[in-house]
C-alpha cells in the first residue's frame, strides 16, 4: 500500500514565523503535490514537483516556496507565515503519466496548520 | 484550467438508501478520481476511474469521457459512509495537479 507520511497533523505557528511542512512517500513516486483546503473553496494547489530539484507553480503559490532535495521528500516552506495561511495542508503523491495520461494521486492524512 | 461542478452540494438520507452524486467537467480529463473525506480530515482514494465503470463493494463509479461526466453510486447506505465526496481531474501529462470539485455533503442518519 502507499504510504504518504505528512510530519505534523496539527501544527500551530506565530505569524512570521518561517514554517516548514513535511511529506515522506515510500512509493518511489517521481510526482509529489501540496495542496491547501479551505472551507467553501475546497482543494487548491499549491506547487509540485515531477523530479529531485524541480519544481512548478500550481494555482496558488504565492506566499510558499518548496524544496525536493530526494525523491521521497516534498517540503513546503512559509517563508513569513501570515494569518491567512491558516488552513489544511495536505501532500500527495503519484508515479509519472505519460503523455495525455496521469497516474492516480495518493495523499497523506492533512496538517492543520494555525497561524496565530 | 478546467472547472469541476459537483451536485447536490449537500445530501441527507437515511441508513439503507442509495444514492447518486455526480460530477461534471469543462472539459477533458484523463485523471479522475473520487475520494472520501472523513469527519478527521483524511482523504481516502475511492476510485481511479477517467473512462468506464468499476465496483468496490457498495460502491461503483462510471465516468462517460465523451460526455464530461462521472456518477459515484452508494447502495444500502451506513453511517460510516457520512462525509464529504469529491471529484477531482486532471487535464495534463506526465505530471499534473488536480482540479477538485466542491464536494458533496453526505450524512447518513440511523
Known amino acids: 500500500d502507499v504510504k504518504v507520511t505528512q510530519s505534523s497533523r496539527y501544527l500551530v505557528k506565530r505569524t512570521g514565523e518561517k514554517v516548514f511542512l513535511e511529506c515522506v512517500q515510500d512509493?518511489?513516486?517521481?510526482?509529489m503535490f501540496w495542496y491547501r483546503q479551505d472551507p467553501g473553496l475546497g482543494l487548491r494547489l499549491i506547487y509540485f514537483s515531477y523530479d529531485v530539484k524541480m519544481k512548478e507553480k500550481g494555482d496558488i503559490p504565492e506566499g510558499y516556496s518548496v524544496s525536493r532535495e530526494k525523491k521521497e521528500r516534498f517540503s513546503l516552506i512559509l517563508e513569513s507565515a501570515s494569518t491567512n495561511q491558516t488552513s489544511m495542508y495536505l501532500c500527495?503523491?503519484?508515479?509519472?503519466?505519460?503523455?495525455?495520461?496521469?497516474?492516480?494521486?495518493?495523499f497523506g492524512d492533512g496538517t492543520r496548520l494555525s497561524i496565530l | 484550467g478546467i472547472q469541476v461542478e459537483q451536485s447536490p452540494p449537500d445530501l441527507i438520507l437515511q441508513e439503507g438508501a442509495n444514492s447518486t452524486l455526480r460530477c461534471n467537467f469543462s472539459?477533458?480529463?484523463?485523471?479522475l478520481q473520487w475520494f472520501h473525506q472523513n469527519p478527521w480530515g483524511q482523504l481516502i482514494n475511492l476510485f481511479y476511474?477517467?473512462?468506464g465503470t468499476k465496483q468496490n463493494g457498495r460502491l461503483s463509479a462510471t465516468t462517460v469521457a465523451t460526455e464530461r461526466y462521472s456518477l459515484l453510486y452508494i447502495s444500502s447506505s451506513q453511517t460510516t459512509d457520512s462525509g464529504v465526496y469529491f471529484c477531482?481531474?486532471?487535464?495534463?501529462?506526465?505530471?499534473?495537479?488536480?482540479?477538485f470539485g466542491k464536494g458533496t455533503h453526505l450524512i447518513i442518519q440511523p
Open positions: 477531482a481531474g486532471g487535464s495534463g501529462g506526465g505530471a499534473d495537479g488536480l482540479t
Open positions: 500527495a503523491s503519484s508515479f509519472p503519466g505519460r503523455v495525455y495520461s496521469n497516474q492516480p494521486q495518493h
Open positions: 476511474i477517467p473512462s
Open positions: 512509493m518511489d513516486h517521481e510526482n
Open positions: 472539459d477533458s480529463v484523463n485523471n
